[in-house]
């Protein structure tokens, strides 16, 4: 049970709870024999589809049962039964009453129920296959017609909490004590997942004269009803003598917990490590290794804080205290308009006293709110969909990445040259940006226009975007300081001028900005062997491009990596004040606006429009009414 909300649905009389409002709106039947002496008992049942096939973590409560039932013959919903409610949930059976809501003439309201227990004595585990059936029954003693509505009229809402599917998070399978699964250990990141009372067995070699060998292992977020034990892992060598008792080490890193086990001095050759689940317990991981050889010196991590991640807002030069968010591509206005459209559409329909409403008020607050509330909503929402060739960031990031590696692995000259790997975000002259960005929100800048703050900029994890790349062992240990190096002074100066590029000079209402840019060559900065910034947008003029890289390069940008081992990184910018006027609005940046401006506010008029035709209508009603009772009088 992975939904939290799940709607009873049928559809030619297979009825189940489903995800989706979907199938019959109703079904209703005709219990003309029943009567006091012998009522008619109706049941009806809801198993749920698809069956379970994750691992849930069942709530103390229900949040809502909303069954919404209704008599034919009863406007008022008087006569309506009792509604007995039974809910097997893996475990957990529950039988609840609900009473009929209280009379309301002109509508029946819907039957709730909220906030009731659940009944967990039997524990609160929902497994695969388990069953969830909520069922209805119901007495009939008179001669009626009842209907029930469905199709997200009436459904069952269950917080879960938690869920898992066991058989696709077990991605380190084949893993067992008989079987262990093979591994490079050393610099690389392995997944897995410990699901109930397995045993995840990963085999691989240990170097000679090694001072220690430590396995780091995350072990992601779980409530602490299903969590492993997260207990010593088991650890032998070759000959299947244990390695002994690790030292171990355990931190929070956020919601994660993090285990690390140092074996001191352990024996060379093939070594087999294992961890051992509990039964109904499961829960995610990830590990790697660092090893240390004999007389290399002071190697502690704890000599080396990194840190290596991009903070949005590095280059802004915007008023953060008037920040504000966007407007959005126009959902609301587009449900205003339609209510308001349909509105008009049913006055024409109607008998109306005056030709001028059908002639002029009706089409004119139409024609208001189809282009204010529909075509212009809907021109905004269908820019902020990709456009065919557009990256995300962490697309370009990754290309541009690629390129810094190749520029290395094939040495400075060539077609892999500084040319190739040095232009702006790493695309050469002659090639085509095309980025899209999620607004998180927009500053005003000094000169009245608007800097864009782009919510996938903010939390860059540099390290894991470096740091991947080498998995691949395609670098000597001499190249890959290198690439470290050089990787990061491109990323942070990249990401630091893209920040200063994001200014428009009206105000986004949209979500979304698109970025399309012709590269062409130019100077840009550094030297011939580390170049940087040797593209631009051809929107951009030379001299333009001069003055925005002046004003944007930092005093100083340190990049540093200690081979100590673990992966990171340290990365440090002294900024300098930025020069709003050396700043530039590039073509080429597009926002996701409607097909008008202040299309909500032609909403509105089309709405007020229809509000005094509906004024007039009611005014001539009166007046001809008075009028009429005048005569009938006299």
């Known amino acids: 049970m992975d939904d939290d909300s799940l709607n ?3 559809s030619d009389d297979n009825c189940s709870l489903f995800g989706d409002a979907v199938g019959d709106l109703k079904i209703t039947n005709e219990e003309r024999d029943a009567n006091p002496a012998q009522p008619v008992n109706v049941e009806l049942d809801f198993p749920m589809r698809p069956e379970q096939i994750s691992v849930s973590l069942l709530p103390n409560t229900i949040e809502h049962l909303i069954i919404d039932f209704r008599i034919l013959e009863d406007g008022a919903g008087i006569t309506r039964p009792e509604i007995q409610v039974e809910l097997e949930i893996g475990p957990s059976i529950n039988s609840w009453t609900m009473s009929p809501p209280s009379a309301n003439l002109g509508a029946q309201t819907p039957y709730i129920l909220e906030g009731e227990e659940l009944d967990l004595s039997q524990g609160r585990i929902l497994s695969p296959s388990d069953s969830v059936t909520l069922r209805l029954s119901f007495e009939i003693n008179q001669p009626i017609t009842w209907e029930l509505y469905l199709a997200g009229s009436s459904e069952l809402k269950i917080p879960i909490e938690w869920s898992i599917n066991s058989e696709q998070e077990n991605i380190d399978e084949p893993t067992s004590l008989t079987e262990p699964r093979s591994i490079s250990l050393i610099g690389t990141t392995t997944f897995g997942g410990l699901m109930s009372s397995d045993v995840d067995c990963f085999k691989f070699d240990v170097d000679e004269q090694l001072e220690s060998l430590t396995v780091t292992i995350e072990w992601d977020q779980t409530p602490v009803e299903v969590e492993q034990s997260h207990s010593t892992p088991d650890f032998w060598n070759e000959q299947q003598e244990s390695e002994g008792q690790p030292e171990i080490r355990t931190r929070f890193e956020g919601d994660v917990v993090v285990y690390e086990y140092r074996w001191i001095e352990p024996d060379s050759g093939s070594h087999t490590l294992c961890w051992t689940g509990e039964e109904n317990r499961y829960q995610t991981y990830s590990f790697t290794g660092t090893e240390i050889l004999k007389g290399v010196g002071s190697v502690s991590p704890e000599e080396f804080t ?11 030069i915007g008023d953060s205290e008037k920040a504000s968010a966007t407007s959005g591509a126009g959902i ?20 109306l006293s005056s030709p001028w409403l059908p002639r002029f008020f009706l089409p004119l607050a139409m024609i208001l709110l189809l282009i204010g509330g529909i075509l212009s909503p809907a021109v905004s929402i269908s820019n902020e969909s990709p456009y065919p060739g557009e990256l995300t960031i962490d697309e370009l990031l990754d290309e541009r990445l690629d390129r810094v590696q ?22 050469s ?18 000169d009245g226009r608007w800097q864009i703050v782009a919510e996938e900029l903010d939390g860059i994890d540099l390290d894991r975007l470096i740091f991947t ?19 990061g002074r491109l990323l ?40 940087v910034w040797i593209s631009r947008p051809d929107s951009i003029s030379e001299d333009e491009w001069g003055s925005v890289i002046e004003t944007v390069k930092p005093e100083l940008l340190s990049v540093s990596y200690c ?50 035709a509906l004024v007039i209508e009611r005014e001539r009603r009166d007046t001809g009414l008075e009028i009429a009772q005048k005569m009938l009088g006299e």
Not at 406 to 427: A, C, H, K, L, S
Not at 502 to 507: A, N, R, S, T
């Open 469 to 487: 790349k080498l998995d691949d062992g395609l670098l000597t240990d001499s190249d890959e300081v290198k690439f470290i190096l050089r990787a």
């Open 563 to 612: 081979d100590c081992g673990i992966d990171a990184m340290e990365l440090s910018i002294r900024h300098k004040e930025v020069d709003v006027n050396q700043l530039i609005s590039p073509g080429g940046i597009q926002t996701s606006n409607g097909l008008i401006p202040y299309d909500f506010a032609i909403t509105v008029l089309g709405f007020m429009v229809l509000l005094s």
């Open 406 to 427: 190749m520029g290395i692995t094939f040495g400075e000259e060539g077609q892999y040259g500084p040319q190739y790997y040095g232009g702006f975000m790493g695309v």
């Open 492 to 531: 942070a100066l990249d990401l630091l001028l893209l920040e200063a590029l994001l200014i428009v000079d009206e105000k986004p209402r949209g979500d979304v900005v698109h970025i399309d840019w012709n590269m062409v060559a130019d100077e840009g900065l550094g030297s011939l062997s580390a170049p």
């Open 8 to 10: 009873l649905v049928c």
């Open 332 to 351: 609301v206005t587009m449900v205003f308009a339609s209510v308001g459209i349909l509105s008009a559409i049913s006055g024409f329909m109607m008998n």
């Open 429 to 446: 002259e002659g090639e085509r940006l095309q980025l899209i960005l999620s607004i998180d929100k927009v500053f005003p800048t000094p």
């Open 306 to 316: 990194g840190d290596a991640t991009w903070v949005v807002g590095t280059s802004n």
